[in-house]
């Protein structure tokens, strides 16, 4: 069983910058694929990006592709969301997520985190 906890959200001018973390315990991390969903009021929840067990590889929805970045630490057991030039449709809740690759990339990952929200004004 592996537990997730984000942390990092937060208010946020549009422009700016916000970096996400979710530590992970339980399981064997490394092992793990991680992604990052996002949910806004009224949405479902969309994938936003996911990297691989080794960090070779990274998959990222067209809306974020060149302001988000997500990395990981396997050492530190955490996974990282680095999000530029944010704009105020980015505002949501954000949620770590773990898993193999196809699942985490498909969106019915193994393990949700409770998400922390990420508001950007104007």
């Known amino acids: 069983q592996v537990q997730l906890v984000e942390s990092g959200g937060g208010l946020v001018q549009a422009g700016g910058s916000l970096r996400l973390s979710c530590a992970a315990s339980?399981?064997?991390?490394?092992?793990?694929?991680m992604g990052w969903f996002r949910q806004a009021p009224g949405n479902e929840r969309e994938f936003v990006t996911a990297i691989s067990w080794n960090g070779y590889t990274t998959k990222s929805a067209d809306s974020v592709k060149g302001r988000f970045t997500i990395s990981r630490d396997n050492a530190k057991k955490s996974v990282y969301l680095q999000m530029d030039s944010l704009k105020l449709e980015d505002t949501a809740v954000y949620y770590c997520?773990?898993?193999?690759?196809?699942?985490?990339?498909?969106?019915?990952?193994?393990?949700w985190g409770q998400g922390t929200q990420v508001t950007v004004s104007s």
């Open positions: 997520a773990a898993g193999g690759w196809s699942r985490v990339v498909g969106g019915t990952p193994d393990y």
């Open positions: 339980g399981g064997t991390f490394s092992s793990y694929s």
